[in-house]
């Protein structure tokens, strides 16, 4: 009897793990059924403020999809990896998501750096990688697995060189800091302002980890231009600066990025920064798809969220769409998302309309700007 009742039991609990196991089975087949992208984004340091919000609003993109249905029945999941703002960190990071994770998609970087340190990672192994943020001229040359929805700084560079000498500010002083997006940025600016006349009178560097920049400033006030040209990394560091040139009473115009419209520069450096001219990409923040994407960011994140340039934060909405309808449209074959992504043509988006040229870029223009009383108001 007691041999009956213990055989009993020892087939009651080998169905239980048999059970236990088809469970554990299935919640591994579950998981591995997820399409899973890669995303590089600065997620410390100076550039989080920007990094992180991106964040939220790719999670909330991938949320609505997932709540939709997802791509063909499976959800779409996005592994995040920190890419400091640095090359040396967009490659670590791209290396890590595609031998390790085995992404096929990669979302980013945010920092011009961090995209082309990710870019030869990518383009050798034949995976797609597609920034909504980065700027820098010489991504247009760095594969063709790469691709943005954020145009190219070459614009913006030209454009406020020759609203500066527009201006009669045709001897300039440039300060910029020793980054990939800043360096081509300046790089444009640079060529173009020498090509059309004007003349450089310094040209001062600094680096990432700079705080004082009293030295280099204390030259270009010796120096007396007509105006400096000044670009940072980040927000934080341009608002650094722009207190350090107070402080020496120097009072050239001020040409930059589009980092004078940032949200804790108008707040904190707003007597520093009014005047100042810039051009940033052209972009209605006010039509309907973005004001609805902002209300909810709001609601779901907070005010922080908006701290972040309105156009990056619907660029990268637009670019999570993007990528999910090349998932459905090719599964996770890069070549034919490549030639999907190469194909887009005036394609509506929060951000407007996209059209992708043979590069891989987004055609998307800037437009020159300058902060009055506080405010941004379009110059041309």
Do not use: W
């Not at 790089?187 to 280099?216: C, Y």
Request: hydrophobic content about 40%.
């Amino acid at each position: 009897m007691k041999s009956k009742n213990l055989a009993k039991i020892m087939i009651i609990l080998i169905t239980a793990l048999f059970l236990l196991g088809c469970a554990q089975t299935q919640n591994i087949t579950e998981e591995k059924e997820d399409l899973v992208i890669g995303s590089i984004l600065p997620l410390s340091g100076d550039a989080a403020p920007y990094g992180i919000p991106l964040q939220q609003v790719a999670e909330f993109a991938v949320t609505e999809i997932n709540n939709e249905g997802g791509i063909d029945g499976k959800n779409l999941a996005i592994v995040y990896e920190n890419g400091d703002c640095s090359a040396k960190g967009g490659s670590s990071a791209a290396q890590k998501l595609i031998s390790i994770d085995e992404v096929n998609v990669i979302l980013g970087g945010l920092c011009s750096g961090e995209t082309l340190g990710a870019a030869p990672i990518a383009e050798e192994s034949q995976v797609i990688l597609f920034s909504s943020a980065s700027g820098s001229p010489d991504i247009t040359e760095s594969g063709e697995f790469i691709f943005r929805n954020f145009p190219s700084d070459a614009s913006s560079g030209s454009k406020v060189a020759k609203q500066a000498l527009a201006n009669s500010h045709s001897n300039i002083a440039i300060l910029s800091e020793q980054t990939d997006y800043a360096q081509a940025v300046k790089n444009v600016f640079k060529n173009t302002l020498l090509t059309d006349g004007g003349s450089v009178v310094l040209d001062e560097q600094f680096t990432a980890d700079t705080t004082d920049f009293r030295t280099p400033l204390a030259k270009i006030k010796s120096a007396d231009p007509d105006a400096i040209y000044l670009i940072a990394q980040t927000p934080a560091k341009l608002g650094l600066v722009l207190k350090q040139l107070r402080e020496l009473n120097m009072d050239q115009q001020i040409y930059t990025n589009e980092f004078a419209a940032a949200e804790e520069i108008l707040e904190s450096y707003r007597e520093e920064i009014e005047g100042a001219i810039f051009a940033e990409p052209a972009f209605d923040e006010n039509s309907p798809n973005t004001a609805e994407l902002i209300s909810r960011l709001k609601a779901e994140y907070g005010d922080s969220v908006t701290a972040v340039p309105t156009v990056y934060l619907a660029t990268t909405y637009d670019a999570v769409y993007l990528i999910k309808d090349a998932l459905e449209n090719c599964g996770e074959d890069t070549e034919c998302i490549k030639t999907f992504l190469y194909s887009i043509k005036d394609r509506s988006g929060t951000a407007g309309k996209l059209s992708i040229d043979d590069n891989g870029d987004a055609e998307f223009e800037y437009e020159v700007k300058m902060i009055q009383d506080g405010q941004t108001a379009v110059i041309i």
